[in-house]
Each structure stands twice: as structure tokens, then as C-alpha cells.
């Protein structure tokens, strides 16, 4: 653990290391999917929605701020929600966890709403955009700067099917073993 002020950090990207945030913790990313799971479960289950897992085993530790980063897990997951509820048929929100290479994981939360208009894809990460018709528009911006932050990155892909991916990469430090 790392309080702000110490004179050595946590690796997170190229030289780069985190002074903005209280606390940096080396956790692993499956525990916080699981925490958030059991946080919306309930939710889920009151939208008539199905919520799955497909975490890897045995990903590596990677430093941050647990509570920042479920956060942006979510919000993710409060706007798949939000997607689905005029979605008739089946209702699915997929988190999925994967070692893309030695430096990076992935995140991806998958739903099977309607998907995102292509002509919005480029302002969803734009403050004060929103579609939806009570929204702020700040929950994909504010998302998108706390994994920037810890030297990620947060995207956005409709599937083939239907629905919409968001995922958001972290890096891994330098050792970290699988």
C-alpha cells in the first residue's frame, strides 16, 4: 500500500505513477468484478436481467484504487441496465476478464440491448452528452478519466448481434507473474 506523499509509487504506465489518488492498492482485478456482482445482483435480478462472469483465472494484481475502479464497473453496468429496459427478449450482461499480454488486462462488460446509435459513438465520452432522458452525462466521462488515470484505457464497440461491449484496459506492473 502506498499513501500520497511517499517519495517512491507503484509503476502504472511508462514512467508515469499515480500522486492524485489517497490510497494505491496491488489487488486483483476478479475480486473486484465479483464484489460488484454481488453490489447489482439484486438489481439485476429486479430488471429481469441476467448477469454472468467469464473471469480468467490467475490474472496478475494490478495497482489502483479499488473503490475509483468499481465505480467505473458500475456505472458500465447501471448503463447496460439502462439500455436493456426496452429490450423484450433476452436481457444478458456478460463481465468478462482477459490477459491480453504481459503488460495489459481487460475488462469487458456486454450487454444485449439495442446497442448505440453509430452516429453517437464519438460524443459518448463527451461531458454533458447523454441519451438518456434524466441523465447528466458525466458517468462515461468521469469512468473514462479514472482509467486513464491508472494508465488504461476505456472504449466502446457494438456487438454483431446486438448490444453494445465497453471495455477498459489496465496495465499490469513490471514482474507481475500470472
Not at 465505480?71 to 447496460?80: A, T
Amino acid at each position: 500500500m502506498r499513501h500520497r506523499g511517499s517519495s517512491s509509487g507503484p509503476w502504472l504506465s511508462g514512467q508515469r505513477y499515480v500522486t492524485t489518488m489517497d490510497v494505491i492498492l496491488l489487488f486483483f482485478t476478479g475480486h473486484v468484478c465479483d464484489e460488484t456482482v454481488g453490489l447489482v445482483a439484486a438489481d439485476a435480478n429486479i430488471k429481469h436481467n441476467i448477469l454472468r462472469t467469464s473471469l480468467e483465472k490467475a490474472l496478475p494484481p494490478v495497482y489502483g484504487d479499488r473503490i475509483q475502479l468499481q465505480q467505473v464497473l458500475l456505472n458500465l453496468l447501471s448503463n447496460s441496465f439502462d439500455a436493456m429496459e426496452t429490450t423484450r427478449d433476452f436481457r444478458e450482461v456478460l463481465i468478462s476478464t482477459v490477459r491480453l499480454d504481459a503488460a495489459m488486462i481487460k475488462v469487458s462488460v456486454r450487454d444485449s440491448g439495442p446497442g448505440i446509435p453509430v452516429q453517437d459513438i464519438p460524443r459518448l465520452f463527451t461531458r454533458f452528452f447523454t441519451s438518456k432522458p434524466d441523465g447528466l452525462g458525466m458517468g462515461l466521462p468521469i469512468s473514462r478519466s479514472i482509467i486513464e488515470t491508472h494508465g488504461g484505457a476505456l472504449m466502446v464497440e457494438n456487438n454483431p448481434d446486438n448490444g453494445a461491449t465497453f471495455s477498459f484496459t489496465l496495465p499490469v506492473p513490471p514482474g507481475g507473474a500470472a
